[in-house]
């Protein structure tokens, strides 16, 4: 089996007498997408914030690309690839989506944020944030004001900013959310392509989606992993439906 991308190790997280994250070991293998489920409130934030780089485990570690970046800053993650969007929208309402895009691309290239107005003159930014907008289908929305679009659209500018840091692997945080179905119909064959170019660790409410992309589940309950397999075991599996499906076994 290829080596993961992305691992975390026995990671634990409490804020003051709660765990919510409790000794969490999930990797990410090349060319896959891995659903992290679970109720309100059960670690996946906790999770993914350790894993980016926003809070700090107490105990555990996170390997990225077969290196331990555990003490590694947000920036530092997201230079070595990975790529994340957000569960509440980063963007910058009164921009256009073009320049939301380059300045994905301005942050990607590592130069300082003060060449921004040069950096929309830059040949090489603007071709790179054109690029991302076109993989995401907005291409004919690059003047709009940012404030303009729709949520479906928001949520597909925000895809288009992290590609343009080109990144190895992906971390996202609920992407469907206040998708319409047309709109998670959309983002959803995106994924489905982008799994193969960078693997997806995806934090998801939407079962539907989960269940059309996921190649792996594992489920979170109460900061602790209780069930790690394909559709078919997580669905079947006993604890996961008595305590999350909310189902009799
Ligand atoms: N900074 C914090 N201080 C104290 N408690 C926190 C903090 N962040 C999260 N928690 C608590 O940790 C637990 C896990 O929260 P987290 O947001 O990670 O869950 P979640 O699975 O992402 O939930 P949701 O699906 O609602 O987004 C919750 O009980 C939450 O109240």
């Not at 570690?61 to 990975?82: E, I, M, N």
């Not at 996202?172 to 206040?178: F, H, L």
Request: with cysteine; glycine share 10%.
């Amino acid at each position: 089996m290829a080596d993961p991308v992305l691992a975390t190790h026995g990671i634990s997280k409490s804020f003051g007498a709660l765990k919510a994250s409790d000794d969490v070991s999930i990797d990410l293998r090349p060319g896959e997408i891995h659903a992290i489920i679970g109720p309100n409130g059960a670690g996946k934030s906790t999770l993914i914030a350790q894993i980016c780089g926003t809070l700090m485990p107490d105990a555990g570690s996170v390997h990225l690309l077969g290196r331990d970046v555990t003490q590694q800053s947000t920036r530092a993650r997201a230079k070595a690839g990975l790529g994340r969007t957000f569960q509440i929208s980063a963007l910058a309402m009164q921009d256009t989506v073009l320049q939301n895009a380059v300045l994905g691309a301005l942050g990607a290239s590592g130069r300082p944020w003060r060449f921004l107005s040069p950096a929309l003159e830059d040949a090489d930014l603007r071709a790179r944030a054109e690029a991302a907008l076109e993989r995401v289908g907005l291409q004919d929305h690059a003047a709009t004001r940012t404030a303009e679009l729709s949520h479906g659209q928001r949520r597909q500018l925000e895809v288009a900013v992290a590609l343009t840091l080109e990144p190895s692997v992906f971390v996202m945080d609920e992407p469907m959310a206040g998708l319409g179905s047309e709109g998670s119909k959309r983002l959803t064959g995106f994924l489905d392509e982008l799994r193969h170019e960078a693997p997806i660790l995806l934090v998801e409410h939407d079962m539907d989606a989960v269940f059309t992309l996921a190649d792996r589940i594992s489920v979170l309950v109460y900061g602790k992993v209780i069930a790690s397999g394909s559709i078919d075991e997580i669905q079947s599996d006993r604890q996961v439906r008595e305590a999350y499906l909310g189902e009799d076994a």
